[in-house]
Nanobody, 127 residues
Framework: QVQLVESGGGLVQPGGSLRLSCAAS????????IGWVRQAPGKEREGVTC????????AYADSVKGRFTISRDNAKNVVYLQMDGLKPEDTAVYYC????????????????????WGQGTQVTVSS
């Protein structure tokens, strides 16, 4: 049974940093792409970033490029999202998501649709 559990959300001041974790179980990261998708109140879901299961290729939405970094630890079956230079517009519920995928990720368009989802973790950026 595929399970994804996010942690690490919270309240941070503008310009601060947070690291989100996604603990995966029931499957191997080697064969799945993992992504982070966020949803702010009244807005559509936005695919923030994703990482491929085969070659660790990544893609980022323009809104977070240069500030967010996705990484994975296959031995621990955990994916991380390091968020630096946080802005109030980054405030949202952040979801970890997964799909079978072993190709190279070339564009952030590939970071939008998934088969499995976590429960989400709230990130609030405010002074």
């Amino acid at each position: 049974q595929v399970q994804l559990v996010e942690s690490g959300g919270g309240l941070v001041q503008p310009g601060g940093s947070l690291r989100l974790s996604c603990a995966a179980s029931g499957f191997s990261l080697d064969y799945y792409a993992i992504g982070w998708v966020r949803q702010a109140p009244g807005k559509e879901r936005e695919g923030v970033t994703c990482i491929s299961g085969s070659d660790s290729s990544t893609a980022y939405a323009d809104s977070v490029k240069g500030r967010f970094t996705i990484s994975r630890d296959n031995a621990k079956n955990v994916v991380y999202l390091q968020m630096d230079g946080l802005k109030p517009e980054d405030t949202a519920v952040y979801y970890c998501a997964a799909k079978p995928f072993q190709r190279t990720i070339l564009t952030p368009v590939q970071c939008r649709k998934y088969d499995y989802w976590g429960q989400g973790t709230q990130v609030t950026v405010s002074s």
